[in-house]
């Protein structure tokens, strides 16, 4: 798959410098890796992702195409934003399935549809920290399962997780072949039920 397919333009990597401590820079997951996690994560069709950190929206129409799930991205630079709604607008699938937030994460009130949650490493560990919070409360006002999907995992969100949280571990998928060169180029899925 690739943006010529979904008539859309994600293929960029944010270099203006604003990247800092807490919100870490733009880098759309590239489609090879999406294959890799979703040939073996099948997500069900009564799923919603949230996409934090969204950027200009990737995650959101490849899930609508190959799976035509609903989405929400959520993404706190204004010029993002807008590009992700000019995508939208080019898209060649079912734009309904599928909104932006201009907003930060840890602003955005989770649903009691929402039960996937992808994260690229948008943020730092305390930011995590605060957004995991949010979810967790959806998911004790309104218990469902809830799995959260995280690419380059930091240790320190990893560590959080499993000594802090209820969610398990049930799945690590390798993001690349060469996975030794990098351990982080792995996905690890996290499941609350």
């Known amino acids: 798959m690739t943006d010529r397919d979904l008539a859309i333009q994600t293929e960029e990597i944010q270099n203006d410098g604003k990247d800092t ?26 799923d919603v992702l949230v996409d934090y950190g969204c950027g200009l929206g990737r995650l959101n129409f490849y899930l609508e195409h190959r799976f035509h799930i609903p989405s929400v991205g959520i993404e706190m630079s204004e010029a993002y934003y807008r590009r992700a709604i000019s995508n939208l607008q080019s898209y060649n699938g079912n734009r309904e399935n599928i909104s932006f937030l201009h907003m930060s994460a840890e602003n955005y009130t989770v649903t009691p549809e929402d039960t996937l949650f992808y994260f690229f490493n948008p943020f730092s560990t305390q930011i995590f920290r605060r957004v995991l919070s949010h979810i967790l409360l959806s998911w004790q006002n309104h218990p469902r399962k809830i799995t959260l999907l995280l690419y380059y995992p930091e240790d320190d969100v990893i560590f959080y997780l499993e000594r802090h949280t209820a969610f398990s571990l049930v799945d690590e998928i390798a993001a690349c072949d060469d996975i030794r060169a990098d351990r982080r180029e792995r996905f690890c899925l996290f499941r609350l039920s």
């Open 21 to 46: 401590f807490h919100f870490h820079r733009y880098e759309p997951t590239p489609y090879a890796v999406l294959e890799r996690l979703f040939d073996a994560f099948t997500p069900s069709s009564s």
